[in-house]
């Protein structure tokens, strides 16, 4: 049999942080690690219907001490990054600084080589390099992509800037309409002096992702772009949504994704007791992975079903869904029962990015000895954690040398230790 006859689909598993609870009080807290994986065989990845919103102002033409400016650098990792497109696909390309002009409207790949001119010739359009209007390029990418836009393909920008930008609340809106119209944003820095709350910001309004490029790694341009370009011609499901009945008296508190990255997922309450939350985009080769926070009241001895889910997604063939699943619990007066390692490693990760989030808090405010404090205790955790950790405890010893050194935090350890912090090796 054909596989690629055969409608793509996400196998859903479900592990309890503990295999058996002991409640002596009225509640307790308890997590579920929930992951998502599609089966074996070929999923048929989805036309990608790609913006590529490029800063093209005066500081983009800086060297960084390379030889080479931030644009050529950037130009050749686009050019390196097309050819993991699939023929299907269509990409449009806007180049912005203090205005902003459609440089190649949108085009399929069976047209390569005039995709490719234009990165290499997107220097010579006359586009005024004395400002960074990014409101302006994300307009006029969002209308290049709906010349295209379908229920049946991933439509998304890719939006680079190496400044701060002007009309944050305008971005702020044009993400949220994104968002509306299923077209996810990827935001990407350059060196250090963007705004990484704007850009953190409009990546999750519009439930995309957010990068930078490390201006002094020669080689840093092209992995983003290449590995940037590569997930996206590989996504095989789309507008994925878990939606979650939870059993009387059973509170569902929180749900992080786990894997590939930690972010926190907003739980939109839909009726009594029932939830969903929006999944995004899920490749069709990779696992991901989510813990749920749930309250637990006392019960009996017994088994007890906590929750039901369920997954639906849209694939190249229509809308698909896992069926119920439940999410299940013995009870036992007898004492707590063993925790399951693999739940136990993610909740660790989620503890350190958490502790991160008050680390980046304190840098913004100046409190040095709050800045200190959480630096230990990421190091701290990290040393528990083992080889596994041993970047992020790295990075944290890092902040605590430079407060010790000259009494601040460089911008670019911020940006690494904020990174580090939300990345998680899958077979870690």
Excluded at 6 to 19: D, G, L, S, T, Y
Excluded at 87 to 112: G, K, M, N, W
Excluded at 310 to 328: F, I, K, M, N
């Amino acid at each position: 049999m054909n596989s690629l006859a055969q409608p793509a689909k996400i196998h859903v598993e479900r592990m309890m942080f503990r295999n058996s609870v002991a409640i002596a009080g009225e509640s307790a807290a308890s997590y579920a690690l929930i992951k998502l994986i599609p089966t074996s065989g070929a999923v048929q990845p989805l036309p990608l219907n790609l913006a590529l919103v490029l800063d093209v102002s005066g500081s983009m033409y800086e060297e960084d001490g390379t030889g080479r400016s931030r644009l050529s650098r950037v130009q050749d990792a686009a050019r390196l990054a097309v050819n993991k497109l699939k023929p299907e696909d269509h990409l449009s390309i806007i180049a912005f600084a203090y205005d902003c002009q459609v440089v190649l409207p949108a085009t399929p790949l069976t047209e390569r080589v005039r995709i490719e001119d234009v990165i290499e010739q997107i220097d010579r359009f006359h586009v005024d390099p004395g400002g960074t209007a990014m409101d302006a390029g994300i307009r006029l990418g969002l209308a290049e992509v709906e010349k295209h836009l379908g229920s049946r393909s991933l439509a998304q920008l890719v939006v680079l800037t190496d400044g701060e930008t002007s009309n944050e609340s305008t971005c702020r809106e044009l993400a949220r309409l994104a968002a509306q119209k299923k077209i996810h944003l990827n935001l990407i820095g350059v060196g250090t002096e963007w705004n990484q709350s704007l850009l953190k910001d409009l990546a999750r309004l519009s439930e995309g992702a957010w990068g930078y490029i490390d201006v002094n790694d020669p080689q840093a341009a092209e992995r983003v772009f290449v590995d940037q370009f590569q997930s996206l011609a590989a996504v095989g499901f789309l507008n994925v949504e878990m939606r979650l009945k939870a059993m009387k008296d059973i509170k569902l508190k929180r749900l992080r994704q786990v894997v590939p990255e930690i972010k926190e997922l907003p739980l939109i309450e839909q009726g009594e007791r029932l939830y969903s939350a929006s999944l995004g985009t899920l490749e069709g080769d990779k696992s991901t992975r989510y813990v749920l926070d749930l309250s637990l009241p006392r019960r009996p001895d017994g088994k007890f079903v906590l929750a039901q889910l369920e997954v639906s997604y849209d694939t190249a063939t229509g809308r698909e869904s896992s069926g119920p699943h439940a999410l299940e619990v013995t009870y036992t007066s007898s004492g707590q029962g063993y925790i399951n390692a693999e739940v136990a490693k993610h909740i660790d990760e989620v503890q350190i990015f958490e502790q991160n989030k008050l680390l980046q808090q304190a840098i913004a405010s100046g409190d040095r000895a709050e800045v200190e404090r959480m630096a230990k205790s990421i190091a701290e955790k990290g040393e528990v954690m083992g080889p596994r950790a041993a970047k992020k405890t790295m990075l944290a010893r890092q902040v605590l040398q430079e407060l010790n050194a000259g009494g601040r935090v460089s911008k670019k350890t911020q940006l690494a230790v904020d990174d580090v912090a939300r990345l998680v090796e899958e077979n870690s």
